[in-house]
Every structure is written in structure tokens, then in C-alpha cells.
């Protein structure tokens, strides 16, 4: 039975995001230069996106709690869906499982950590290149939500396609008015974004029965 957890519990507590300062700064011009998922979104400055992505080893709590969480052991096989530069990737490698991710930025693979050559490929979540079940887990972190609605579906059923009920999806959302309005603020990449309500729907829709989370600004 798909459940709503938080599997991102051991990230360290983020800084508050400056809306007022990303909302001044935020144009078509910059909102079309992120959706590239180049060097200015991953490593340019903070108006693109993440002003600057690399490891620091914070993934490794989250990968040990995903292990648990999936009854995961050496040797099974996890994909991460917009795996970026492979930082959870190489995390769930150093507790001995088989990790691989797909992403759609040609940079971000190209900058990926050493240890994940071999293991990352260009790819977009709504057409997964693997066979039915091949995975024991499959993982969307902030991904399927930059893909418009039609396509966000289909990602979630290639999730499920890949790993039957062996997801988990986080994806952007908001449980108020006041919280939606900051998103709006906020937001460079996401395509698609509701209320939990009409997540909940769309995961029906597409027959994803995994577990799920919402990254929620306030």
C-alpha cells in the first residue's frame, strides 16, 4: 500500500530560501536558461537554481534510510530518475547496492562524482530504457514534476513499470493559498504542481502505487 513518508528526513535542515530576492530576479529569459539544466542551472549563479551543486556527502543519511525503508540489500539494483551528478547514486554504491540514474542534462553527467562513470545516462523519466522490473527500487527526487502533466504520468508509470510498488516519488507541492502563492515565487523548472489532492489523483491515474513526499516552500 503506497504511503506518504519522508525519506528525506536526514538531509540537514535548509537554509531559508530568499523568495523576495529569486521572485525580483526571475524573468522568461531566466526560467527558459534554467529548463536547459546546464552549467547556469546547476553551477551558475543562485537566480538560475542551485548557485553551485556539489558533494558533500548529505545524501548518505537518506540512502542508509531508503535501504531500510525498501528492505534493500547488497547486490539489488535502485535507479535514480534525474540522478543530476550522481551524488545519491555513489552513496547508495557505498553500501554495496547497485546503483544507476538517468537525467536529461548532458552537463550534470559530464560533471558527474567520479565513482558513477559507467553507471549514469541521458535519459527522461517518462521513457525509461529498462526492462519491466528490473529494479528493486526506483527513485524520483524533485524530477517528475518538470515534465508537463501528460508526461508526468507517464513517468510515474514507467516508475511502477520498472519496480511495482517499489517507488518513491517527492515532488512540489503545497497544502495552502499562502504556500502555493510563495511556490509561484519560487519556482524555475517544475511544469507541473498541485495541491497533495490532485497528486494523489494523478498517481491513481497512472496506476503508481509507491510511496511519495512533497517538497513544500514556506
Request: charged letters at 25%; hydrophobic letters at 35%; aromatic letters at 12%.
Amino acid at each position: 500500500m503506497a504511503i506518504e513518508i519522508n525519506l528525506l528526513r536526514g538531509l540537514p535542515t535548509p537554509k531559508k530560501r530568499n523568495v523576495q530576492a529569486r521572485e525580483g530576479g526571475k524573468n522568461p529569459e531566466v526560467v527558459a536558461a534554467s529548463r536547459e539544466y546546464g552549467e547556469l542551472y546547476f553551477d551558475g549563479p543562485r537566480v538560475y537554481g542551485y548557485g553551485g551543486y556539489s558533494y558533500d556527502g548529505r545524501w548518505r543519511p537518506v540512502a542508509k534510510d531508503m535501504v531500510k525503508h525498501f528492505g534493500l540489500k547488497a547486490g539489488d539494483k535502485v535507479l535514480d530518475v534525474g540522478c543530476a551528478k550522481g551524488f545519491l547514486v555513489k552513496d547508495f554504491m557505498e553500501l554495496g547496492i547497485e546503483a544507476f540514474g538517468i537525467d536529461v542534462s548532458k552537463y550534470a553527467l559530464m560533471n558527474c562524482e567520479l565513482e558513477t562513470v559507467g553507471r549514469l545516462q541521458i535519459g527522461s523519466a517518462d521513457n525509461l530504457p529498462f526492462p519491466d522490473g528490473s529494479f528493486d527500487a526506483v527513485i524520483a527526487i524533485n524530477s517528475i514534476h518538470n515534465l508537463p502533466r501528460s508526461q508526468c504520468l507517464k513517468a510515474l508509470q514507467e516508475i511502477e513499470r520498472l519496480a511495482p510498488g517499489k517507488g518513491f516519488v517527492q515532488v512540489d507541492s503545497y497544502r495552502t493559498p499562502e504556500q502555493k502563492q510563495i511556490f509561484e515565487s519560487w519556482v524555475l523548472t517544475a511544469e507541473f504542481h498541485d495541491y497533495p489532492d490532485g497528486w494523489i489523483k494523478l498517481f491513481d491515474e497512472a496506476g503508481y502505487t509507491g510511496d511519495y513526499n512533497w517538497t513544500i516552500i514556506e
